[in-house]
Structures are given as C-alpha cells and as structure tokens.
C-alpha cells in the first residue's frame, strides 16, 4: 500500500487511500495533525509531535522545530548533545508517521508519496527525498502541495471541467497553483510562490511587537521565556481568526504582564507579508494566459489561510470570495493520498490522468557582444525550458563559442528567473568537447530534457560532425549520496525513540510543564498537584488506572485553558 | 509542428474543431499516452495540443472582436459569401464588387455594375460631354427598366459613383479625404458643367453620414464643388458640411469604451482614459514630467497603492504601462544602457519600491518584449539593489542568525569542544611534551 504524507513546516500529516476515498490516519495521541517538532531525550530516546511542541516551551535546548525551511542547506542543528541533519529531523517524523500508518492499517508500509512546497528547488526536493530514505521509505512521487489540494478538491468537486486557482499558504511556504480540470484529466497550468512566506512569519510578527511592547531588545529574553512568548504570540495569532481583538498573559520570573492586540494592528504589521502574497499570484495568472475572470474556483490552502487578513486579501484581488470547504489543514494530505492511489492504479480512479508543470526556468549561461568583438556582457541567463512548461519537456537551440579554435564548450546551468546567472541557482557545469577548428566557430546543438521525475538530461551534439555526449544531472553537490544515506539510515535505526505506547503520557505530562510556565499562584498549585497526581498513577503500570488518571487531568486542562489553542 | 500534423496527432478535422473539441480529444489520447510510461510520445502529444489550442483560441478571439464592431461590417462580412449584394444593404464598398482595373472603379457584379460602368465610362472616354443629355437618357437603362424600387437603385448608384468620383479627383491623403482641396489638379473631366450636371441629378448635398470616413469624404467633395456652384449660382448659400470629427470621436469611444467614462477628446484628438489605470499612468507622467526629487517616495507610493488598483486586472495592467513608460522615459530603445545619472523622478529608493511592488527584476516573462523592458530595467536597478542572496552550491553562503535561533535550543559547539580547539591542543601537546621531557632531562 502505497501513502501519501503532507510534510509540513508545523503540521505533518499521512493518509492513504481507502476503499474509494482518501482517508487521514491518526497518530499516537489520537490527532491527525502531528507538529513537526522534535525533542531529544537522552534518557527516553527521541519524541515527535505535540509532546515535543509543548517541551519546546520548557526545554527549548533540547528540542527543535520548523525545520522544513533549512531543507537543503548545509546547516547542523544541535539539540542537547547531539547535532542533526535537518533531513534527519524530517527523517524522525517521518518516521513516526510511518509507525502510525502501520499501527492502522495493519501492514508494513514501504511507499510513499510526499508532498513539497511547489516553491522548491531542486535541491530542496532531493534534500525531502533523502529524509524519507533515511526513515525507510521509498519515495514513489513528490508532489507539489498545491496540485495536491485540487486533487482532492476535484474528487469532492461536482462539475466536470473548471479552472482552479489554488491559493496555498503553509506554515514557512506560500504557493500558488493554477491547474484545470476537464473530462478526467486534471492539468497544472502554472505554479509560482515563496519558499520563505508562511504562516510563522505572521506569528514572528506578533512576537517582536510584543516583544516591543514589553520593552525588549529582539534578543532580550533569555531562550525558555523566548519561545513561551512564542507559544503565545501564536496562540494570539488563532484567536484573532475569530474575534477582532485578542488578549493574553505572559508571566515571567513571578510577574503577569497583559498582551493585546486587534486585528487593524495586526493588518498594519504584516502589511509587508500580505504584500509578497500578490506578486506570485499574479505571476501564476500571467504565466498561464489567463484573465482572473477565466478562472472558476478561488481555492484556500493551508492552516494560515484562516486568518481574515488573507481572505480579504483574496476578495480584494478578485472581487469574489474564495472557497474552502475541505478543513484547510488536512487538504494536502488527502490530496497526496490520491496521488497515491492514483499511482495503485486504483479502480475508483482509473480515469483520471494528471499532468504537472516545472516551476523554475532552466536555462545556461551565455555572454553577449555589445558594440565591438571585444566588449562583452557575461553572465547573462539564456533560459531553454520556461517555467511553466509541462513535463516531461525537451527543448533545445543552438549556440556558438565567442571565438573560433576552442576544444570545449563550457556552460554551466542554472535554474531561476533573473536575467543574470549570479541571481540565479546553479545547478551543474557542462563540457561539450568540440573539434578543433581555427577557422570558423563550431556550432553547438543543446538539448534540455526534463521528465517527470526532476531529472535533468543535458545533450551537447555538434552541428558540423553531429557528435553528441550527455550529461545527467541527478544529484546536485552538496546533496546528500546514496552511501550518506544509507550510513544514516542505520544510524538512525540505532537512535533509541520514544516507545509509541507510552507517548500519549509523555505528551501529557510535556504539556503540563508548559501550562505550569504559564500560570501563576493557585492555578500553577493546582497544575503541580495534577502533575503528582499523574506521575503516581504511571508508577503503578497498571492500563486502566493510567488511563483514568489522564483522562482526569485532561479534563482539567480543558477547562483550564478554556479551547485548546493547538486544535 | 506542422499545424496540420498537430491536428491529426489530435484527431480532428481542422475547420470543425472549437475549445471543447480540442480538450476532449486531449482527454481522450491522454488515457493511453501516459506521460510517466511513455515521455516521447506524450511530448508529441502536448506540442499538438498546445499549438491547436492555441491557434484555436486566436480564432475564437478574432469572432468575438469583430462581433462588437459596429452594425455595417459585421453585414458586409456577411455579404462576403453571397453572390450579389442584398438590395436592402446598406453600402459595402469592394466586398460584393470587384475592381475594374482600367476604369479604376468598384463595380459590383449586377445591373447597378453595368450602370456604374456606364456612367464611368461615358465620364472617362467622352470627357462627361453635354451631361444633362446623357443624364436624360440614363433614365431607359436597363438597370432602372429591371428594377422596382428606383429610388433605391438612385441612392446607391449615387453611393457608388460618389466614391468613384472622390477617387478620380484624388482628394485622398494619407489619413483620409482633405479638408483643404483648393490645391488639389482637378482630373480634366471635371468641368464646371459636369459638376453642375452632377450637383443637379445626384443631390449629394445636403447629406447625412453613417461613418466618419463617409462623412469627410462628402465634406471634401462639397468643398471642390461649392466655388463652381456658386459661381454659377446653382446655389446661394454654401453647401452644408458634416461634422466628421463629432463621428470619429463617437466611433472611437463606441469601440474602445469602458466602465469608467473615458472618450475622446475631438480637440486634442486623443483618448482620455478616465480608468484607475489610465488616470495612475497619466499621473506618474506628470511625476516625470515635474522631474523634481522632492517628495517623489511618497508620490510614487501614492499612486501604486491606490485601492482600486489592487486587484489582479488592474495590477496587471499598471505593471506593463508603468514598466513601459518608465524604460521609454529612459531610453530604451534608443541606447544600449542607461544614461547614468538616473534622472530625479527615479531615485534608488523608488526603484527599490517599485521592484518590491511589482517584482520586474527578478521575473523573467516569456513575451520578447517585456523581457527585454525587465532587463532594461534590472540595469536601472542594479546600483541600487540591495545584495543579492545567491545560492552557489560550490560555497555556500548561507547566512544563519544564529541568535534568532538560539531559542529553538541551536547552540554553538562549546569552545574546548570544537574540532579546530582539540586539533591545535594536540599538536600543542606532541610538540611540547618533547620539549618539556628534554628541558626536564637536560
């Protein structure tokens, strides 16, 4: 059986395709939503999901969070006493999922589709890939988040053919997707977005102005009163969805200091991110030569989409509401489970045939003459494959070395928009050895051809001799070999986790110690007293006794905390 | 791709297809040309696809522009396939009529034809001698023997010649008939009894226009009969003149009219684009017309963050016109670079904003065009840009706050723990051993 995993900034997920639908698989603690957060416990082995979370508040040392933006760079994490790729940190979610869907569905699972931004590069997707390798998985597809969205939309949808613009605004990635859907074939006419935009940077917002606000400099707070500002400045973020002003506590060091902020504020602060969100959009649009009035749904994707700030934003560019009728966050992961059955050749799916776009141009570096044979113009960026071009794509054209009597041609390939290749990301470096002629320059045949798969297959064929050589550009430097990953998928078998039957109490318990940070006098006696009360009962072994006693303290977290902020 | 190859890849027939068509056939060879087991015969596939679909489109676009034209084209595209013209048409100058070459005339392919060639020729050959004989005789030709309805044939016999004779004359120049003919060589056919003669059977004047065009034409006419007529005094007064530029400006605003009220404006004789767009363009030539520094962040910023540009239409357009406007007002086109110093109305701050609003720089588009506008203006914009954040796989440069991490628990490797601190400890301690164990011997 083949799953479909949503790999998410702050929210993973895993689903897979039921008997003629898509359905989510719950996790340990009974959610669909786990966090992507880790916490490294030397004495009880490695935590994922919501425990983790809470621990980020109380020992935020030890844990590590929003890992999905550092995909792809060479930057080590150190939590506790260990250091950490960040794909071995997807790597422990993914893992954990994994041990989920098999508790679930009763069956090891081997396969997987997983879901990236479409906003990401190419070594952003290999770095994704290697994360599920060093978990066990083998990646049977990417799929770009937003094409997953329609996907389970166009299954839910009841007309037969309608253009979609599907608007996905994550926790750290903001994509946009323009795909059509007509007689079983559902085609992505053009994507484009940030990789950098999410829903954390409208919570960092909130962060610093009340960091402001309370008198401190960016840095000020030490590390543990940092992230509970965090927590609560995220907290804030979700009441303001639903009320037009949002209050708060924050204690520290014995203290309570009260935090407001309205929804007009919060609109003026983050008046900078709503602006980043109109540019892709309208990219996508032009890219696809479309008008916005050609386009039939108005779709919202992602948790972040709840907030009022960015379906007023919508409305304001289209003049017509936005729908999103499917829960926002389990979109993706429904989506990526379609994919998965699409891929099973699944009955209930056999007519439907999906096709998908590159979202970056490809292209190679040229110099241009300007007036005389010695002024030149380098670095300039000749693209061959546009971006939006649906794949698989081959295209090719011809080019001549600045001067005669050459024995190779050197290019170096790129990926990117900009004009000149230093804004661009390079990809690999070409050499096309070329016969020696001191008389006329050898032209150069090059041909780009792009599958499925994100392989890149470069051919250089001289015109004169029609000699052709090829280059494959499947691992970027910097990636991880397969040998790496295999070291460090044993590795990671060696790391000790948290045992699954026993996470529900450790989430509890992480999550005590938070609201006990939090709290001040009675209540943070009565938060302490629980915590006693808990930790008795787990001593005792006994099921239904421990199940007893945690029901009870959740009982009174609930009403403790009025809703819980994390739903 | 041969467009026709691309048909038959489809499996259509050209004439017949129309979007959905295409869409379908599409669907269909997509079920057993999968792109994931067969890549080559799926690219094969979406060339033919995309070329039809988008010959197809230009198609559906041209019907949908000429069905807004006005009422007399869209008949006379009608027209286009009929044999001869309906007698209830209005005018339709050279669809239903071929040209005769050595007469220099449109006759259409009728009675009223032969009675056009008739009259033309008597003008041509007999020099139009003793016209009010001939105008006499005319009335037993065959054309007005045949037909019921004279008046009619009249009114469009006198259509026809009228064109005729406008053309004979040559009051024509590059943009339509003259207003000032008194210099124009009369043709040596045009005496003053002919134009009599014309003035009296024809009664082309006073007249009504439908057209702009009609309408100069007839004013150009009546100004190269008007002094033979007075003078003669056929008529008193002078001959009555339609206001042809009251129809151009209607014409024009009909044609491209919007939600917004722009029209033309017959003194200037341009488009007053009264648009949200329109009205941002022709401020911000007013900005670069001032061509002062001051205050010019806020100006800018004043008229790209107005409401009602913000939706996606209208965004859209400003972009192209303010990106447009911007490379003509420095240059492009007719420089290789930029003219350094920039001028006042384009300082770096307002580069920085306009780039961050509409994202020229760093968006290459497809259109030849545009691009090269966008690279014209990333050579405007380079001194001022802010660094770039490449990503070089070979060194990488990734710049980490750490601080703004630190709270997440990433902290740097102690300080005797680091690599770098044990090595150089190492060859501190094979190095001095020795020394200390020799000074301690010695």
């Known amino acids: 059986m083949i799953v479909g995993i949503d790999l998410g900034t702050t929210n993973s997920l895993i689903a897979a395709f039921g008997k003629d639908k898509p359905v989510l698989i719950q996790n340990a603690v009974g959610d669909f939503l786990t966090p992507s957060a880790v916490h490294n416990n030397r004495k009880n082995g490695i935590l994922v999901g919501q425990a983790a979370l809470d621990l980020l508040t109380t020992e935020p040392q030890n844990t590590a969070a929003r890992f999905k933006r550092r995909m792809g760079t060479n930057g080590v994490l150190q939590i506790g006493r260990d250091q950490f790729l960040p794909e071995e940190l997807s790597a422990f979610v993914l893992k954990s999922l994994k041990a989920d869907a098999e508790k679930e569905l009763g069956e090891t699972i081997e396969d997987a589709v997983i879901s990236v931004p479409a906003y990401f590069n190419d070594i952003q997707r290999k770095a994704t890939i290697a994360a599920a390798q060093i978990a066990g998985f083998n990646v049977r597809r990417l799929i770009n988040e937003p094409t997953a969205a329609a996907l389970a939309y166009g299954l839910h949808a009841k007309e037969n053919e309608s253009t979609f613009l599907v608007v996905d605004l994550g926790g750290g990635t903001f994509d946009v997707t323009i795909l059509e859907m007509f007689s079983g074939v559902m085609e992505v006419r053009a994507s484009a977005g940030d990789a950098f935009l999410g829903g954390e940077d409208f919570t960092d917002c909130i962060c610093s102005y009340f960091l402001k606000s309370l008198g401190y400099e960016e840095d000020g707070l030490p590390n543990a009163d940092h992230a509970r500002l965090r927590a609560l400045a995220e907290k804030i973020k979700q009441q303001l969805s639903s009320s037009p002003t949002a209050n708060g506590v924050f204690v520290r060091e014995g203290t309570e200091y009260p935090l407001t902020i309205s929804r007009t504020l919060f609109e003026e602060l983050t008046e900078k991110l709503t602006r980043r969100i109109r540019l892709p959009i309208q990219r996508a649009i032009s890219d696809a030569q479309l008008t916005p009035a050609q386009i039939d749904r108005i779709i919202l994707v992602g948790g972040a989409t709840r907030m009022p700030v960015i379906s007023n934003l919508m409305t304001k560019l289209f003049k017509r509401f936005?729908?999103?009728?499917?829960?926002?966050?389990?979109?993706?992961?429904?989506?990526?489970?379609?994919?998965?059955?699409?891929?099973?050749?699944?009955?209930?799916?056999?007519?439907?045939?999906?096709?998908?776009?590159?979202?970056?141009?490809?292209?190679?570096?040229?110099?241009?003459?300007?007036?005389?044979?010695?002024?030149?113009?380098?670095?300039?960026?000749?693209?061959?494959?546009?971006?939006?071009?649906?794949?698989?794509?081959?295209?090719?054209?011809?080019?001549?070395?600045?001067?005669?009597?050459?024995?190779?041609?050197?290019?170096?390939?790129?990926?990117?928009?900009?004009?000149?290749?230093?804004?661009?990301?390079?990809?690999?470096?070409?050499?096309?050895?070329?016969?020696?002629?001191?008389?006329?320059?050898?032209?150069?045949?090059?041909?780009?051809?792009?599958?499925?798969?994100?392989?890149?297959?470069?051919?250089?064929?001289?015109?004169?001799?029609?000699?052709?050589?090829?280059?494959?550009?499947?691992?970027?430097?910097?990636?991880?070999?397969?040998?790496?990953?295999?070291?460090?998928?044993?590795?990671?078998?060696?790391?000790?986790?948290?045992?699954?039957?026993?996470?529900?109490?450790?989430?509890?318990?992480?999550?005590?110690?938070?609201?006990?940070?939090?709290?001040?006098?009675?209540?943070?006696?009565?938060?302490?007293?629980?915590?006693?009360t808990f930790e008795i009962a787990l001593k005792t072994h006994d099921k239904r006794e421990i199940e007893a006693a945690r029901k009870a303290v959740e009982e009174h977290l609930q009403f403790l905390s009025g809703s819980n902020a994390f739903e | 791709m041969p467009l026709n190859d691309s048909y038959d890849t489809l499996g259509l027939v050209r004439d017949s297809a129309t979007s959905k068509t295409v869409r379908l056939a599409y669907a269909k060879k997509l079920k057993t040309i999968r792109p994931e087991d067969d890549p080559e015969g799926f690219m094969v596939l979406r060339t033919a696809y995309e070329t039809v679909r988008r010959e197809i489109q230009w198609q559906e676009q041209d019907l949908a522009r000429n069905a807004t034209k006005t009422d007399v084209d869209s008949q006379s595209e009608s027209t286009k396939s009929q044999q001869t013209p309906k007698p209830d048409s209005d005018i339709d100058l050279g669809r239903a009529a071929h040209f005769n070459q050595e007469l220099k005339a449109w006759l259409p392919a009728d009675a009223l034809g032969h009675l056009v060639e008739h009259i033309v020729r008597w003008v041509v050959e007999e020099n139009a001698s003793q016209p009010k004989q001939f105008f006499a005789t005319l009335n037993e030709h065959a054309a007005f023997t045949d037909t019921d309805?004279?008046?009619?044939?009249?009114?469009?016999?006198?259509?026809?010649?009228?064109?005729?004779?406008?053309?004979?004359?040559?009051?024509?120049?590059?943009?339509?008939?003259?207003?000032?003919?008194?210099?124009?060589?009369?043709?040596?056919?045009?005496?003053?009894?002919?134009?009599?003669?014309?003035?009296?059977?024809?009664?082309?004047?006073?007249?009504?226009?439908?057209?702009?065009?009609?309408?100069?034409?007839?004013?150009?006419?009546?100004?190269?009969?008007?002094?033979?007529?007075?003078?003669?005094?056929?008529?008193?007064?002078?001959?009555?003149?339609?206001?042809?530029?009251?129809?151009?400006?209607?014409?024009?605003?009909?044609?491209?009219?919007?939600?917004?009220?722009?029209?033309?404006?017959?003194?200037?004789?341009?488009?007053?684009?009264?648009?949200?767009?329109?009205?941002?363009?022709?401020?911000?030539?007013?900005?670069?017309?001032?061509?002062?520094?001051?205050?010019?962040?806020?100006?800018?910023?004043?008229?790209?963050?107005?409401?009602?540009?913000?939706?996606?239409?209208?965004?859209?357009?400003?972009?192209?016109?303010?990106?447009?406007?911007?490379?003509?007002?420095?240059?492009?086109?007719?420089?290789?670079?930029?003219?350094?110093?920039?001028?006042?109305?384009?300082?770096?701050?307002?580069?920085?904003?306009?780039?961050?609003?509409?994202?020229?720089?760093?968006?290459?588009?497809?259109?030849?065009?545009?691009?090269?506008?966008?690279?014209?203006?990333?050579?405007?914009?380079?001194?001022?840009?802010?660094?770039?954040?490449?990503?070089?796989?070979?060194?990488?440069?990734?710049?980490?706050?750490?601080?703004?991490?630190?709270?997440?628990?990433?902290?740097?490797?102690?300080?005797?723990?680091?690599?770098?601190?044990?090595?150089?400890?190492?060859?501190?301690?094979?190095?001095?051993?020795?020394?200390?164990?020799?000074?301690?011997?010695?």
Not at chain 1, 422 to 433: A, Q
Not at chain 1, 472 to 495: D, N
């Open chain 1, 322 to 532: 936005p729908e999103f009728d499917l829960n926002p966050d389990h979109v993706v992961a429904l989506g990526a489970a379609v994919q998965a059955g699409l891929l099973e050749r699944h009955k209930a799916l056999e007519e439907m045939v999906m096709t998908d776009v590159c979202p970056f141009t490809l292209g190679h570096d040229i110099s241009r003459i300007l007036s005389g044979p010695n002024d030149l113009e380098t670095g300039i960026f000749a693209p061959l494959i546009e971006r939006n071009t649906t794949v698989p794509v081959s295209r090719s054209h011809i080019i001549t070395p600045l001067r005669p009597g050459g024995r190779h041609l050197a290019i170096d390939i790129y990926q990117g928009e900009a004009p000149y290749v230093k804004d661009n990301i390079k990809i690999g470096s070409y050499n096309v050895p070329i016969p020696y002629n001191p008389k006329e320059c050898e032209n150069v045949d090059i041909r780009f051809t792009y599958d499925t798969s994100g392989v890149l297959e470069v051919l250089g064929t001289v015109v004169s001799t029609g000699v052709v050589s090829k280059l494959i550009i499947e691992r970027t430097p910097g990636q991880m070999s397969p040998q790496e990953i295999k070291q460090r998928f044993t590795a990671l078998e060696r790391i000790k986790i948290h045992p699954r039957d026993e996470i529900k109490n450790a989430a509890l318990i992480a999550r005590l110690n938070a609201e006990y940070e939090n709290t001040l006098g009675q209540q943070r006696q009565s938060i302490s007293d629980w915590l006693v």
């Open chain 2, 149 to 442: 309805n004279t008046q009619k044939l009249t009114r469009k016999l006198s259509d026809y010649f009228i064109n005729w004779v406008a053309n004979a004359a040559d009051i024509f120049d590059d943009y339509g008939a003259l207003a000032d003919v008194s210099n124009i060589k009369k043709p040596k056919w045009l005496t003053d009894e002919a134009i009599i003669a014309f003035y009296e059977y024809f009664q082309w004047f006073p007249q009504d226009a439908q057209e702009s065009w009609e309408a100069r034409q007839i004013n150009a006419l009546a100004a190269l009969f008007e002094p033979v007529l007075l003078a003669h005094n056929v008529i008193s007064e002078p001959l009555q003149r339609i206001d042809a530029d009251e129809l151009e400006a209607l014409e024009i605003t009909q044609q491209n009219q919007d939600d917004f009220g722009s029209y033309f404006n017959r003194q200037t004789r341009k488009w007053v684009d009264q648009s949200p767009v329109g009205c941002a363009v022709q401020d911000a030539q007013a900005l670069v017309d001032r061509d002062s520094g001051a205050g010019i962040l806020g100006a800018w910023e004043e008229i790209i963050e107005r409401e009602a540009l913000q939706p996606i239409d209208e965004f859209q357009s400003l972009s192209q016109r303010l990106l447009e406007l911007i490379c003509h007002e420095t240059g492009f086109g007719n420089r290789e670079q930029p003219k350094t110093p920039i001028p006042n109305w384009l300082t770096g701050p307002v580069l920085r904003r306009l780039d961050n609003q509409f994202g020229w720089s760093s968006q290459n588009v497809a259109h030849h065009w545009q691009r090269s506008q966008s690279n014209w203006f990333s050579l405007l914009f380079a001194p001022y840009k802010s660094a770039s954040k490449s990503v070089d796989l070979f060194h990488p440069n990734i710049h980490v706050n750490i601080k703004s991490y630190a709270f997440l628990g990433y902290q740097p490797m102690p300080i005797w723990l680091k690599a770098t601190t044990l090595f150089f400890m190492y060859i501190a301690y094979r190095i001095a051993l020795p020394i200390v164990i020799a000074a301690s011997h010695g």
